[in-house]
């Protein structure tokens, strides 16, 4: 089992930048594959980024290029850098775990977090 908690979350305004964090407990977080998803009000949750264990990045086209996923292994964390937000970046963000590599569909992602807001004003 792995828990996971993430934090960083608040209001910015457009054009602004914000970093998530996510910290896991449990076993051996290395092994993981790390991603974030979001779920904005009224529609579905959606995948956002992911890293492998290996390092490996990889994006959904909406955040591509603004978004930048990252993990620290010795502490236990992964990281979502956010740049140049807008409105429409404005969702609740999910942690989640994988014992799958370079997966992206929710189905596949075991272990998930409580969740953080990000609300970007206009």
């Known amino acids: 089992q792995v828990q996971l908690a993430e934090s960083g979350g608040g209001l910015v305004q457009a054009g602004g930048s914000l970093r998530l964090s996510c910290v896991a407990s449990g076993r051996t977080f290395s092994s993981y594959t790390m991603a974030w998803f979001r779920q904005a009000p009224g529609k579905e949750r959606e995948f956002v980024a992911r890293?492998?264990?290996?390092?490996?990045?990889y994006y959904s086209n909406s955040v591509k290029g603004r978004f930048t996923i990252s993990r620290d292994n010795a502490k236990n964390t992964v990281y979502l850098q956010m740049n140049s937000l807008a409105p429409e970046d404005t969702a609740v963000y999910y942690c989640?775990?994988?014992?799958?590599?370079?997966?992206?569909?929710?189905?596949?992602?075991?272990?998930w977090g409580q969740g953080t807001q990000v609300t970007v004003s206009s």
């Open positions: 989640a775990a994988s014992d799958w590599p370079f997966v992206t569909g929710q189905a596949q992602y075991g272990y």
């Open positions: 890293i492998a264990n290996s390092g490996n990045a």
